[in-house]
């Protein structure tokens, strides 16, 4: 009995830790994605592991990291507008920011060669 309560609550754990898969960074990873999205116009946001959650384009007017409280973890911030010219400002969990590459969009963590599962295959690019 004891083995399937702890295996229950590691399947809950792992569950609910995807949707914070590439959120808490470090220096250099949050470096190397920013340098990244520096050179995009447009991009998604979309967790698609989360219920109810749909696309948003967004456009990029800036983008920069900050060093969490804790002092030892780093997060990306992105500034743009939405396609209703909403202006957003979010912190962002890069499993679920998707940049255009060819025809595709694909999850900029796995672009950058970071480990998640953005739980989608590339899709078409329509922005």
Request: aromatic share 12%; with cysteine.
């Amino acid at each position: 009995m004891k083995k399937t309560i702890l295996l229950f609550v590691l399947l809950c754990t792992a569950f609910f830790s995807r949707a914070d898969q590439l959120h808490a960074l470090t220096q250099a990873q949050a470096e190397k994605a920013v340098g990244y999205l520096k050179k995009e116009t447009v991009v998604v946001l979309w967790c698609s592991c989360c219920d109810n959650e749909t696309p948003k384009k967004i456009t990029v007017n800036e983008v920069f990291y900050k060093k969490y409280p804790d002092g030892k973890y780093y997060s990306v911030v992105l500034k743009g507008r939405d396609e209703n010219g909403n202006e957003v400002e979010e912190s962002l969990d890069l499993a679920y920011v998707f940049v255009k590459k060819g025809k595709k969009a694909k999850s900029l963590g796995k672009v950058l060669k970071f480990e998640c599962d953005p739980c989608t295959k590339p899709f078409d690019w329509s922005a």
